[in-house]
């Protein structure tokens, strides 16, 4: 299974969830590959931001490795499932999307975590170190159920 991350700028959720996946997968043998994009092209090249790192650093993650880059429109044709941090980046995906049927691999991250109570995972970006701690926690929640599922 190859699975994408996405969301606005990837440099703080959608580095978190794939460097979350990609820790799950390694610790469970699974053979899934992972990547992460942005629906915007703000930061294309650059590291995660450091407080993304700082907080992936502090639970024995390390993202330094992942570079940002910008949605295109054959992820849809490359990857299985394209995993979105909120409405707004899903649908501004599926408006990539080759096609209706290669849209419909996107989905919301947090569907993964029916039982969360919320359904998007907010943007740290403009908040301080909490918001990267509270996103942590939701990805982990997704991630956890996505993996102990091994669905799509």
């Known amino acids: 299974m190859k699975i994408l991350l996405v969301c606005l700028g990837n440099i703080c959720r959608s580095p978190m969830a794939e460097g979350i996946l990609r820790d799950m ?3 469970h043998g699974l053979g899934w590959s992972t990547d992460s994009a942005g629906t915007g092209d703000y930061h294309v090249g650059e590291q995660p931001d450091k407080r993304a790192m700082k907080t992936m650093r502090e ?3 390390d993202i330094s490795d992942l ?3 910008h ?3 054959s992820d849809f044709e490359e990857f299985d499932l394209l995993l979105a941090m909120d409405a707004s980046n899903l649908r501004n995906m599926r408006a990539v999307a080759p096609n209706a049927e290669l849209a419909a691999k996107a989905k919301l991250i947090m569907d993964y975590a029916p039982s969360h109570a919320q359904r998007e995972v907010p943007d740290p970006y403009f908040g301080g170190d909490e918001g990267f701690v509270e996103v942590y926690e939701m990805l982990t929640v997704a991630c956890t159920k996505l993996i102990n599922d091994g669905q799509h």
């Open 25 to 27: 997968i390694q610790k």
């Open 59 to 61: 639970r024995g993650i």
């Open 67 to 69: 570079r940002a880059r």
């Open 71 to 73: 949605l295109r429109s």
